[in-house]
């Protein structure tokens, strides 16, 4: 059985993917940081729930002692949890960008690697987005040209350097980036964009269930690797 961790999976992309890996018969646990939306989202699914907010030290901890005292391993996580950072440009909200896209990324995979080297086959899915790659904000040919979101650009290019950074450091663990197409969530709202998350989250799957000789350090979408 494959144990799998899904950061902000009480909605979007997130519950998606756990409900796909649910029906490839994976355990699946649905990280959230409010436990009511959380233990709603794993209850209509038939996944269990972690409390985990990805901007708190004790909170991570918490959530991966858990999973360890129940399953004692850990197989797939996905670092799913994510926000806009729009509105004012300024230190505070940096902070918030960087705390929940990239260090959250840290915390949660920090807290998770001793369970991860128990598994068989240890996979680490990290949800990026094409809006960090240099190549595809200044190609005027891609929609990430006209994205307005200068923190959650920012902030998505170090998620993809910290999994290539991690793919070197921990050989024996597969890491890779997803960007997983425009998708309409609550948080693309604005933008009136998008596709329906069910779509986007068989991407993200594709990379969670990886064979043990599949590829680590690289950036994907749908149609392979992404320059960046």
Same mark, same amino acid.
């Given at each position: 059985?494959?144990?799998?961790?899904?950061?902000?999976?009480? /909605?979007?992309?997130?519950?998606?993917?756990?409900?796909?890996?649910?029906?490839?018969?994976?355990? *699946?646990?649905?990280?959230?940081?409010?436990?009511?939306?959380?233990?709603?989202?794993?209850? !209509?699914?038939?996944?269990?729930?972690?409390?985990?907010?990805?901007?708190?030290?004790?909170?991570?901890?918490?959530?991966? !002692?858990?999973?360890?005292?129940?399953?004692?391993?850990?197989?797939?996580? +996905?670092?799913?949890?994510?926000?806009?950072?729009?509105?004012?440009?300024?230190?505070?909200?940096?902070?918030?960008?960087?705390?929940?896209?990239?260090?959250? +990324? +840290?915390?949660?995979?920090?807290?998770?690697?001793?369970?991860?080297?128990?598994?068989?086959?240890?996979? *680490?899915?990290?949800?990026?987005?094409?809006?960090?790659?240099?190549? !595809?904000?200044?190609?005027?040919?891609?929609?990430?040209?006209?994205?307005?979101?200068?923190?959650?650009?920012?902030? /998505?290019?170090?998620?993809?350097?910290?999994?290539?950074?991690?793919?070197?450091?921990?050989?024996?663990? /597969?890491?890779?980036? +997803?960007?997983?197409?425009?998708?309409?969530?609550?948080?693309?709202?604005?933008?009136?964009?998008?596709?329906?998350?069910?779509?986007?989250?068989? *991407?993200?799957?594709?990379?969670?269930?990886?064979?043990?000789?599949?590829?680590?350090?690289?950036?994907?979408?749908?149609?392979?690797?992404?320059?960046?």
């Amino acid at each position: 059985m494959t144990i799998t961790l899904i950061t902000g999976a009480n /909605k979007g992309i997130g519950f998606e993917t756990a409900r796909q890996l649910l029906a490839l018969g994976h355990i *699946v646990y649905i990280g959230a940081r409010d436990p009511e939306r959380g233990e709603k989202a794993a209850a !209509a699914l038939g996944a269990r729930f972690v409390q985990l907010d990805v901007t708190d030290d004790a909170s991570v901890s918490s959530a991966l !002692a858990a999973i360890d005292s129940t399953e004692g391993r850990l197989d797939v996580l +996905v670092n799913n949890a994510g926000i806009l950072g729009e509105g004012v440009t300024d230190g505070p909200t940096a902070l918030r960008a960087f705390d929940t896209n990239a260090v959250g +990324v +840290v915390r949660v995979t920090e807290a998770a690697l001793p369970l991860l080297r128990k598994s068989s086959n240890p996979t *680490v899915v990290t949800v990026s987005s094409s809006a960090g790659s240099f190549w !595809a904000v200044t190609n005027p040919e891609r929609p990430e040209f006209n994205l307005p979101l200068a923190l959650y650009s920012a902030s /998505k290019s170090a998620a993809t350097m910290l999994t290539v950074q991690y793919a070197k450091s921990q050989p024996g663990i /597969k890491f890779n980036a +997803v960007e997983p197409g425009t998708t309409a969530t609550d948080m693309t709202a604005a933008f009136g964009v998008g596709r329906a998350p069910e779509e986007s989250a068989r *991407v993200v799957v594709r990379l969670a269930t990886l064979d043990a000789d599949g590829p680590t350090g690289t950036f994907q979408d749908e149609n392979g690797e992404v320059p960046w």
